[in-house]
Each structure stands twice: as C-alpha cells, then as structure tokens.
C-alpha cells in the first residue's frame, strides 16, 4: 500500500532514492500518463494514446511501453533503453499532494512504500545535503513536477476540444509477432485523421487559438512508433 509522507529535511535528511530501472522498482507498467506538453519528446519513442472514461466524460493520454499488463519493453539491464522518459514516471516516488489542511498550495510528497526507497545505505541519490538543502536531483524532480501539475490541470482545454470536434476513434490493434503469437490492443483511442483534414477553417482556427494543433500532430507522428514498439517485442522473444 502507498505511504505518502510530505517531504522534509527534517525528517529526510538521509533519504537517498534509487535511480536505476527494474520492473521490481515500479517500472513494469504498461502505460503511463503523458500531458499535451510533452507530446514532442514523448513521440520521439513511444505510441501516444487516448483512453475515455464514459462514467466521467473524461480522457487521458498515455505513452506506451508494451502490449501486455505489466510489460515494459524500455527496460534492458538495469535502464531505460530510450531517450527521454515522459515526467508521470521519471518523477516517481515523488508526487505532488495538498496540504493537511485542504488547502490548494502544493507540496511535495513521497511514497515512502516505493521500492525506490534506498534508506540511508549509501547508494541511491541524495535528496538532501548536509545542510539540509535540496540536492541538484530534488530540484530537478521539483521541476517535473510542476510541470506535471500545471500542465495535467490545463490539458483539459485539449482534451474537450478533443471530444468537442469528435476527433477520437477506438483502436483495435492486433499484432501478430515473429513466433506466431498474437497480442490484441484494446481499450484505447487515437486521433481520427480523416475527420481532422475534412475539419471546416473556423474549426481549425479555434484549435490553433487554442495552441492544440501541435499536440494533435505529435499525437499522430508517434502513432509511427507502434510498429517499432512491435520490433521490440520481437527481439525480447528471440533474445529468450
């Protein structure tokens, strides 16, 4: 079970947070969340998708790491075997909490249940110094996670204007790999390119005042990294 704590110097002084990349760390996961800020660096490796909650009217989109639950085909030896990681997971087992009190400033706080939890033993990377002060790796995940924060509350804008034009369709992908078996990916949406060209210029316009065209075209770009995401599964086969 999750052990959320606010994070202090007080009472971390000797927190030291592990940074290499196993599946027993947290890292076998499926998807993450990605936000429509990071869609240029996210594309660069990984298929962007959309999911709906109908019971909300809500949509998410998430980086994919693999076709099966639990399966992440970025992790090779004790890293991950890609060039940038989206901020959901680089961030981890730091989040952003509220106050106590209810109050909407925010702060910072860790899963002290994290498998990322290196005590103070002496490997891992310090999230205080000896003064107390936050270590260049904390200001860094301080960072992320601002930029998490603000940028999850405003894609809600792209999000509705998603649904607004109707530019989601379902997924149905079947991949069938190099020993013959076969993976069904469901569950998911995608952007509908047909229904994005045949969009009238009022339409268009609203969306680039809205500064949503761009993560619409990361979106569609990274749609090219499925089949690269297939070749790594197939390796991980061939390779036993």
């Not at 790491?65 to 030896?77: C, I, P, S, V």
Request: aromatic share 8%; hydrophobic share 45%.
């Amino acid at each position: 079970m999750p052990d959320h704590a606010i994070l202090t110097a007080d009472d971390h002084r000797d927190l030291r947070i592990r940074t290499d990349r196993a599946p027993e760390l947290g890292d076998g996961l499926m998807a993450c969340i990605t936000v429509p800020s990071e869609f240029r660096r996210v594309q660069t490796d990984y298929p962007i998708l959309f999911q709906r909650d109908p019971a909300q009217g809500s949509v998410t989109a998430v980086a994919l790491f693999g076709f099966e639950e639990g399966e992440n085909l970025f992790l090779a030896d004790g890293r991950w075997d890609a060039r940038y990681r989206p901020l959901a997971i680089d961030s981890q087992p730091f989040l952003v909490g509220r106050g106590a009190d209810g109050s909407d400033v925010r702060q910072v706080h860790i899963d002290m249940a994290s498998p990322r939890i290196a005590g103070d033993s002496g490997e891992g990377m310090r999230v205080f110094d000896d003064t107390g002060r936050p270590t260049p790796y904390l200001e860094r995940i301080a960072d992320q996670l601002r930029a998490l924060d603000t940028d999850f509350v405003a894609s809600a804008d792209f999000f509705a204007a998603l649904q607004r034009y109707d530019l989601l369709e379902p997924l149905t992908l079947d991949v069938t790999l190099d020993d013959g078996a076969k993976n069904r990916l469901v569950g998911f949406h995608v952007i509908d390119e047909d229904r994005l060209v045949a969009l009238d210029d009022a339409a268009v316009a609203d969306l680039h005042a809205g500064g949503h065209l761009m993560p619409i075209f990361m979106a569609l770009a990274a749609l090219g990294n499925i089949g690269a995401l297939i070749a790594r599964k197939n390796r991980r086969i061939a390779h036993g």
